[in-house]
């Protein structure tokens, strides 16, 4: 395993790309005005959990692009699917049109929930896939002749998308603030949290957040369409964790008021928490999942919101009812993505029966323990699966204002020592490839680690 320090010149190859860019394109969730101190890194390639840049400068990618990469880049057997794909057609509609790989991909995911959410309506974003759970739950109990329930409740410190209803079912936060105007009405009840890695959520913060849910569901009996949270851990949040058990709670309010569980399952399902779906594996019975990043094993833009045939079966009747779920967006489940996506979630299913994935899961919680836990720029450390998120402080007991932007430059300097991560707020999270290996793990924990040594608060 070799690490090359970022590239400080650019070779004029790579600075003619750079003005390409910065003439042209317009990155997401980036302030313009700081691209010199922050430039993008041009991506020439990648294989396994590396990438590698047009400098031939390799970084691990302790962010597994956006949260998604499952069997790391270049994986043999989901780049031969591709590539059969692509021999056979690479997209047509799904809009009265069908194909094998999609059809297939919804058989997978409705055993993956004990064949409960037979249904798969395909998207090709995470957010999409939320919107298209609020609209169908919305309208279900419009069909069904409960035009009342119609509220929305979610749960605190969420993060569902940039949508306008999903902003809206999202924390507040300056990313969501400037359209508050246009937001949707929303009740947040209180999210349960821990700060510890591997330690147990106390007792009063479950009661607490659950007491919250029962005041809402009871002050507006009959009238919520459905709640909405990711379950077990809350990843824009920082990985925020839920107590065991604090899921069949919910999902028990929810069942005796009698209106809709949404999990949004886009950050935590594939393989990130270590199973494929997280609420069906705790025994949460949800009426609507919503799945999205690693279902295609991180490659191609697929996401998709499941529910049962009770749901399904309303929208159905004659044409003259207009009982259609008027909804669709034009690259639904595109052939390539589906394709890619089966070849995942079969590769994921083997690791998972041969316990692949928990051994490394312990490693990476025991190096996340070693290097962090005990470092006094570390105000809260949290882990659980493959995502941990590390909480910084300037020193123990003083918090950094969010002008300070201390995490920021820990990032930029982890650069130089070879490993990709970006912060949230002051925060660092690091979500690997599912894939990564124990010598990856203890690389990316020590080059942060490393990074965060030489940076100055
Ligand atoms: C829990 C959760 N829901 C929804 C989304 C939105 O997904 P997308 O970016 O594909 O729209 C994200 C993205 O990070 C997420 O973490």
Request: proline share 5%.
């Amino acid at each position: 395993m070799q690490i090359n320090a970022h590239a400080k010149c650019l070779s004029s190859e790579q600075s003619s790309l750079d003005q390409l860019d910065e003439r042209y394109s317009w990155h997401p969730f980036s302030q313009t005005s700081e691209r010199k101190t922050f430039p993008p890194i041009h991506i020439k390639s990648g294989e396994g959990c590396w990438l590698e840049d047009e400098e031939g400068n390799r970084f691990l990618d302790g962010y597994a692009s956006c949260w998604t990469n499952v069997h790391g880049h270049r994986c043999p057997e989901l780049d031969e699917a591709i590539r059969a794909q692509v021999d056979r057609v690479s997209h047509s509609t799904y809009l009265g049109l069908s194909s094998e790989p999609a059809s297939r991909v919804a058989q997978k995911l409705s055993a993956y929930s004990g064949n409960r959410l037979t249904r798969t309506f395909f998207t090709d974003t995470g957010a999409c896939a939320v919107e298209v759970a609020i609209k169908q739950s919305l309208r279900f109990w419009q069909l069904s002749g409960q035009k009342e329930r119609k509220k929305l409740v979610s749960m605190s410190g969420g993060y569902h998308g940039d949508t306008f209803a999903t902003m809206s079912l999202s924390d507040e936060s300056p990313f969501t603030s400037p359209w508050q105007e246009w937001a949707l009405p929303v009740s947040k009840f209180k999210a349960p949290t821990h700060e510890e890695v591997g330690g147990e959520v106390s007792c009063s913060e479950q009661e607490e957040s659950l007491r919250d849910l029962k005041r809402i569901l009871g002050e507006r009996q009959g009238e919520v369409a459905c709640v909405i949270l990711e379950p077990s851990v809350q990843g824009v949040a920082g990985m925020t964790q839920q107590p065991e058990g604090f899921l069949t709670e919910v999902s028990k309010l929810c069942r005796e008021e009698g209106c809709h569980l949404i999990l949004d399952e886009i950050f935590v399902g594939f393989g990130r928490l270590g199973e494929v779906l997280v609420g069906e594996s705790k025994g949460c019975e949800a009426d609507f999942i919503c799945v999205g990043k690693g279902l295609s094993g991180g490659y191609l833009p697929l996401a998709a919101c499941l529910t049962g045939e009770e749901i399904f079966e309303a929208f159905s009747g004659p044409f003259s009812e207009h009982r259609t779920f008027y909804h669709g967006h034009t690259f639904t489940a595109n052939p390539l993505a589906a394709s890619v996506s089966l070849a995942s979630l079969d590769l994921l299913e083997t690791k998972i029966s041969k316990n692949d994935l928990n051994p490394r899961i312990k490693w990476f919680g025991k190096c996340i323990r070693k290097h962090f836990l005990e470092h006094p720029r570390v105000r809260a450390v949290r882990q659980k699966g493959f995502t941990a998120c590390l909480e910084l402080q300037a020193k123990p007991g003083e918090s950094l204002s969010s002008n300070r932007r201390f995490a920021r430059s820990v990032c930029m300097e982890a650069r130089k020592n070879g490993v990709l991560i970006r912060p949230l707020g002051n925060s660092i999270p690091l979500v690997p490839p599912v894939c990564i290996s124990n010598d990856e793990i203890d690389l990316l924990c020590l080059q942060t680690r490393k990074s965060l040594d030489l940076v100055t608060p």
